[in-house]
């Protein structure tokens, strides 16, 4: 027997937690982890790192990073529910947590919640609050002096409000009563009153205290801070500090927060920006607050150099500075031989005002631009409409309204699938457009600091056409650039790199005839940002300031679009990554450099870290070191091609870069980047997942993220991982919603979910058969809803009033418990399944994966039979009235998340679920009530319309419209076929719907009549 040896730093015993399962492959609150990831996602500039690269997009948050980590460390042992309170604690989810986020709830809020929600009676009450009489100064020390109560009701609250406090005696424990009483408040609303857990922590050192006694007594750990914990568990569960990584560590949000955690810490990613903001993020995230303040003081200084160095190309004769340039590009018109400029909309600032003019030269032969300041709101309004639509040029010219299309001036060709036109390559050493190109660039308008503002952090701005000085300025701009490009450009300061043909980079290459990077830079930026970028690379510090450039370049390109709404309607400048593509502008701004000034501001916060970390630039299929958890991000079907919008930056950034960066390959290695779905994608997730698997010990755990968009990703998902030598032990889901005004069909918000895999390394090989295999996958699934749904039940029991596992967890779980079979088996049917993997598949082909995965969820279906509706009728339904009555069972909840229509239409296999919605928007998705369907709507619904649930539907609005009874009846006995075999099931989805939507009122009401009608109906 292995001999078991205490650590005498930690006082735990090593290897202790060896074999022991996680808490992520029991339990695993993902509902509250969702909402605190919308919260952290929120918080915008609140959040921690986005302030190293806000172009970097698909961050996974911190909080949700955290859980996954602690939920991989910790134990599941014989005691869930005390598990799941060490883990909410820690997390500071729970109620307890909930008290020390939200100071700022008074205790005669408290008092009203207890008596609103009866929580206590008005005479325990009395026990907990007191009355604050009078407040004296005795020799200048304020004395209070306090009143008790014999009972608080609401009489006594509404009399003495806020001198409610909080009673002297009660001490401490005043948590514990403050606790209980917040248990009774929905979590949307504690969210919204309280801080983030992460602010908390990082703005009190001591936040965590009240928890270890708890903590340490359930695990036997005697831990005092949160790497400290970790450090016990990960030496009772490996034998050591946990080693964690992330080989898809992107912008470096999971390798951070395990490093934040304590953990080992190791990260990978072979593009040199994703590498670049995970090493930001460990360096300026991880030195102390003092630090980074004295570190942004440097950049400070290097950003004013550049407005020192740039003075003299934006000041005006009063001493006015510009703040931005708008240009458009301009174009000669067929017609008439004018030159017009180019731009969608002529509104530049509705808050000033400031709209431009279209004004005939019949000097020059061209359309000016006249800057107008004051226009009135209908003149604003005229002005939404430029000079452009998405296919045409349109002006006025004497009266006459001339029109040609874009495409014709640019001359637009394609010859099957190749598309070409009439414009000219731009050469590398081209600044801006030649004489004679289709395109023009023209400076229509400047934004001006007033000379007495522009130091200052808030300005006072007003726009005015350029002046001949201002184009003067321009030219010299460009002169100075022409003059010093090869310089530059041997000094590494500046691009000197083609752009490759791509998804995402030959939209410049088409639409302007652009071919290097550079030419995504206006003269003016490409001054700016040389000096910027030599004055950072000269630094003593030029590591550390180096995350500054990408932000500096990601909003000073000809790519940044002039936003007339920002800044309140003032107008500004949106960065270039503001969507995820390369799309050109017709009309772009220019920041002058005091413009970049609001630019500078590093990390949200940061605090002292001191664990091992190490990054390299391989892709996961070269990793060579060992973790014990590798938790991973891959690009799974993702609409962001970074290694292609990267070089953008690459392009800036490649030559000579100070260490430690010097030692990385600077170019986006196209080749290696995973990408899309095909058999591509498959071959290389195999090889890195099963290079992971080799480097991870028997005991190791893996947890992949990765974005939920349908169910076929399932199939592939497993059979990746399959081919990788993994087992999957469990599933959680992550909802996050990305806004409601976002395109969809009929209006419908976009919404995202992110699905959590754990994984293990696969046991033994077994072998198996289908139908057998199917029988496991039945009970799985069976067992595993089952015991979740039983520890909803018990936590109910004690007073929790939120359900731990909604439907969409238990569906998850479904899956999980489908996958958790599956990929135990190493042959099926005498197939190997690790080969079978790797097999080229045809699209939309259904393999006996595939259907496996639909049996399961069929099984995870029927035991989510809504709360009081019986299995006999469950039985009987169809896909779309199963939908219905369950959606009918979570409004009853309140839940009205988008969200969880989409996945229960997808579980119960809906044709058209929209069909039957009444509102489809993110946060207010609702069904159709008998309301909505009226008389005659919803009787064309596949799998609906000639169903009993349309019948009752039709039933219930009769009688809310006043039609006799009796007709009503002798309609609905028409509309059903076998009537009298189905009266009982209309009754009881007639008792159903009246019980969930309320049987006093409305359609609850009429709900209940009507089953009275028809249990009472005589024949
Ligand atoms: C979805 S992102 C990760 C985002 C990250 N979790 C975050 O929060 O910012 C996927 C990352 O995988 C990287 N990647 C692409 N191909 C890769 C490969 N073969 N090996 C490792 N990483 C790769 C991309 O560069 C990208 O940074």
Redesign the pocket.
Known sequence: MATVAKNVTAGVTLGSLRDTPTLIERLWPAQKISRESEAERKSVAGQTLTGLGGY?K???PLIL?RACILGALLPATSDPAKDLEVFERLMMIDDRGFVERCKSRRAHEYAAIALEHRVYTPVELAKFFAVRDRVSNAGGTKVISYRTLDRLDSDVLHEFGRDIVWHPSIQTSFHNVAARILSHVPYDTKIDESVRPEYLETTDPNAHDYMWDMVNSHLGTSANSMPQLVEQLGIMRFGHLPQVG?????????PYEALRMGCDTYA????P??AL?TWSSFTLAGMSPADLDELMVELQRVELSVEKAMERYETDAEGNRAKAFLYCLETKCPDTGYMIPLVPSLVISPKNGTIGRLVPNHVERRIDIEIVNGASAAELKAAAAGTVTSEYVIYELDGVEHRFSIASVRGDQRQGTVRSNGLRPWSGDDIEPRDGDIFGERLYCVQWATEESWTRGRQDVFYAAPTDEDRQRDALVAQVVRENLAKWREAGLVPDMRIEPGLKTDDPIRTRGWTNWLHLFHPRQILMLAQLHKLIKEHPRANELYFFMPRALDNNSRLNRWANGQGGGLGGPKGTFDNQALNTLINFAVRGSIGVRSLVGGPARSSDLNAARRIDT????QVTVDRDIWI?????A?A?V??EL?EFFISWLRRDPPAPFNEWTWDS?RP????GEGEDFRR?MVE?YGNLAAHMPANGIQIV?FTHQSGAVWADMAQIFWGAGLQVSAAWYIATETGSNAPGKRGAGLVQGTVILVLRKLGEPESGYEDEIAQEVRAEVARQIDTMVGLNQSLKGVGRIENLFEDADLQMAGYAAALRVLTGYTRIDGRDMTAEASRPRKKGEKGFVERIIEFAVQVANEHMVPGNLSGRLWQQLSGSERFYLKMVDLEADGLSKLDNYQNFARAFRVPDYTALMADTRANSARLKSSMDFKRRTGFEIPDFGSGIIRAVLYGIWELSAGTDPQLILEQVRDMVENYLRRREDMIEVAEYIGAMRGREEGEGRFAIILANLLRNEKF
């Open positions: 970097w698909g961050r996974k990073n992330d080989s898809f560590s992107g912008s470096g949000q999971i990978s990613d072979p593009n920006i994703a903001l391989v892709p996961g299929s991973t991000d891959p690009p799974y993702d962001v970074y290694h990267t290695r290696l980047a995973i990408q290389k890195t993220m």
